[in-house]
């Protein structure tokens, strides 16, 4: 079966200064995929570049086999939705006026909802637990809440395809688990296509079917949780050591940091100046 969404031979960056110097990737239909990767590696460049929010350099990214820069945004929008990391709500905009701008793409040309469109709506209200904050401008909200609510507004959009960049930022333990768990859900219930970003190692392993590890803008390791986490690959790409252990419940990887790379390599300079 075709990949709904690919990469070939991808580079991108900003003003001349390349990011992601060459990259070919095909993401799984039906799959979640979880980019990690450090601060700067490129991860949001990349999700960006999928969702054509940021045009490549060189190389082309193709919906459904075909190539996004030449499709009608519109049905791009009915295929993908993203939420990106630093999201940018209108002024005095409100949550419920925020959650319904995930149905424009599927509205007719005067832009009026239908019921199936509030229906949608509602949904996505009820599926984030937002619905409690309809009437109250986003601006309003804790950090924890608007992200939920970002979270809504790309479930309206009810597309095969959901693309989302630190989806947990900001959400208390319980909210995070919530969504990864939702987002588990829909990807098996629906069959919803998830590529995401994720910082915290453990989830990432414990959620993704597949993980994409990228450094310095360039793809490290790509495979099954269990088949690319290794102390040796979290050592080279993120500086830390780590035990990994097998969760007892579900066999996922676990890391248990024990020290920085850098602080230690540190320690050797400082003792070392001090010896000298
Ligand atoms: N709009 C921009 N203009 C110039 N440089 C940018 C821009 N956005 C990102 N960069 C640079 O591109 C590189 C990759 O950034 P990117 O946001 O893709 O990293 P990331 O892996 O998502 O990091 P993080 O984990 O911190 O979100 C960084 O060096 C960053 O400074
Ligand atoms: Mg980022």
Same mark, same amino acid.
């Given at each position: 079966m075709k990949s709904p969404l690919q990469a070939q031979a991808l580079s991108a960056g900003y003003a001349g200064r390349a990011i992601l110097p060459h990259i070919d990737v095909a993401i799984e239909r039906g799959q979640i995929t979880v980019l990690v990767g450090p601060n700067g590696s490129g991860k949001s460049t990349l999700l960006r570049v999928l969702a054509r929010l940021l045009s490549p350099t060189a190389g082309v990214v193709l919906l459904d086999g075909k190539p996004?820069? +030449? /499709? &009608?945004t519109r049905e791009v929008a009915r295929q993908l939705a993203i939420l990106p990391q630093l999201p940018q709500a209108a002024e005095g905009i409100t949550v419920a006026t925020l959650i319904e701008q995930g149905r424009f793409p599927h509205v007719g040309p005067l832009g009026l909802l239908r019921p199936v469109d509030r229906a949608a709506v509602a949904e996505a209200m009820a599926l984030t637990d937002t619905a409690q904050f309809a009437?109250?401008?986003?601006? !309003? /909200?804790s950090g924890g809440e608007r992200q939920r609510v970002w979270i809504a507004l790309a479930l309206a959009q009810a597309t095969p395809l959901l693309l989302l960049d630190? &989806? !947990? !930022?900001? /959400?208390?333990i319980g909210h995070q688990l919530e969504i990864l768990e939702l987002i588990t859900r829909l990807n098996r219930e629906r069959n919803l296509t998830v590529v995401m970003v994720l910082h915290d190692i453990n989830q990432a392993a414990r959620y993704a079917h597949r993980l994409i590890v990228l450094h310095h803008g360039r793809i490290v390791a790509d495979g099954e949780p269990r088949a690319i986490i290794t102390p040796e690959l979290l050592a080279r790409v993120f500086g830390v050591r780590v035990h990994i252990i097998a969760? &007892? +419940? !579900?066999g996922a990887p676990v890391c248990i940091p024990y020290a920085s790379l850098a602080t230690s390599q540190v320690a050797v300079q400082y003792n070392s100046n001090i010896e000298s």
């Open positions: 996004i820069a +030449h /499709l &009608p009437v109250r401008p986003v601006d !309003t /909200l630190e &989806p !947990t !930022t900001f /959400l208390d969760d &007892p +419940h !579900t």
